[in-house]
């Protein structure tokens, strides 16, 4: 069975455009969480869909969105990219809410 | 604001030593998990705790949660050198529908 797919693994961008991260969650799992993750820190949380919809999102500005397909697979997109964007973004999916989650790879962007 | 705090952040020790991480909190979790990450990979989960007092092994790596449900402990017997990763401790606390993460020890066992 799959796990947790992430794409793309590498993306380069300059200041001012916009990225979108994809996720495949484990089949069957609906909730998808994002997570930012600096060189060196902790895990941010970012945003949490569940059945298709918004459920939480943390401190981070409105040019951090995303959302979630009939099909469970979620994208994240973020608008006017800074150079403090640049980190390891992780997507992680779970069977039902409030249970564990498990990552995908990641998908690492550099802002420039 | 951050819910869960670990402790310590960074431990670098011998192989063959023992040591203990702790994650702590002020709220209480329905379940906690454990992870560990290696450099450029996302988290995999280790365990799930999910009973106030529960205790569980994996090989040489004992989980505890809490009696209150508020705090977790990762102790490692005879560390080896592929335990080196950055651990982390991760739940749900009543109400918030947020996944949070602990602050993360990076642990580096040395050959």
Redesign the interface.
């Known amino acids: 069975e799959a796990g947790v797919t992430q794409s793309p693994t590498h993306l380069i961008k300059t200041r001012g455009q916009q990225a979108t991260l994809r996720c495949s969650p484990i089949s069957g799992h609906t909730s998808v969480y994002w997570y930012q993750q600096a060189l060196g820190l902790g895990l941010q949380f970012l945003l949490w869909y569940d059945e298709g919809e918004e459920r939480n999102r943390g401190n981070f500005p409105p040019r951090f969105s995303g959302r979630q397909f009939p099909n469970y697979s979620s994208e994240l997109n973020v608008n006017a990219l800074e150079l403090e964007d640049s980190a390891l973004y992780l997507c992680a999916s779970s069977f039902q809410r409030n249970t564990e989650a498990f990552f995908g790879q990641g998908t690492r962007l550099t802002v420039v | 604001t951050q819910l869960l705090e670990q402790s310590p952040q960074f431990l670098s020790i011998q192989e063959g030593e023992n040591l203990t991480v702790y994650c702590n909190s002020s709220s209480v979790f329905?379940?906690l998990?454990w992870?560990r990450q290696e450099p450029?990979?996302?988290?995999?989960?280790l365990v799930?705790v999910v009973t106030g007092g529960e205790v569980k092994k994996l090989k040489r790596l004992t989980f505890q949660f809490g009696d209150a449900r508020k705090d977790s402990s990762l102790h490692i017997t005879a560390a080896q050198p592929g335990d080196t990763g950055l651990y982390?401790c991760?739940g749900?606390t009543s109400g918030?529908?947020?996944?949070?993460?602990?602050?993360?020890t990076r642990l580096k066992v040395l050959a």
């Open positions: 329905s379940s998990q992870y450029g990979e996302g988290p995999v989960l799930t982390l991760a749900v918030t529908y947020k996944y949070i993460f602990g602050t993360g």
